[in-house]
């Protein structure tokens, strides 16, 4: 949600702003990246056994890959349409483009953030799943 909120900042560059109206929305996005990373790969470690760490490790590094892939891929064709890829380029459709595609990506970041905490459930182990856990940390 964080992330999200951070480009949802972004959405109020028009044509006419400077570089520096880009940064509060960048450094949120990126306080927000920083959060969200180190807990998404805790999390998935630590739903699976050790054994299995590396293929959680590398389902969460693919997920990772392929959601960059396919926001760039969206993002930037919702971008081109509303900026109109076909004519001359002006600021003011850049603009337009950017705000556009800073609107999908905010409400996608906010709405999948609220799915996170909804479908989030932290189930108490129980006497054998953490004796287990103990045991082969210690061996």
Same mark, same amino acid.
């Given at each position: 949600m964080i992330i999200g909120a951070g480009a949802g900042l972004l959405t109020v560059i028009d044509a006419g702003s400077r570089w520096y109206a880009a940064a509060? @929305?960048? %450094?949120?996005i990126g306080v927000g990246v920083g959060l969200s990373a180190p807990a998404? +790969?805790?999390v %998935?470690? @630590?739903a699976v056994p050790p054994r299995l760490s590396g293929v959680a490790s590398g389902a969460v590094n693919t997920a990772r890959q392929l959601g960059f892939a396919l926001g760039v891929a969206v993002l930037g064709s919702v971008f081109a349409a509303s900026a109109g890829s076909s004519r001359p380029a002006t600021a003011a459709?850049? #603009?337009d483009g950017l705000t &556009? %595609?800073? &609107?999908v %990506? #905010? +409400?996608v970041g906010i709405a999948a @953030?609220?799915?996170g905490i909804l479908l989030f459930r932290r189930s108490a182990p129980t006497a054998e799943q953490a004796d287990a856990r103990i045991s082969s940390r210690l061996s």
């Open positions: 509060p @929305g960048l %450094a949120v998404l +790969a805790s %998935a470690l @630590g459709r850049f #603009a &556009t %595609a800073m &609107t %990506a #905010a +409400a @953030g609220i799915v």
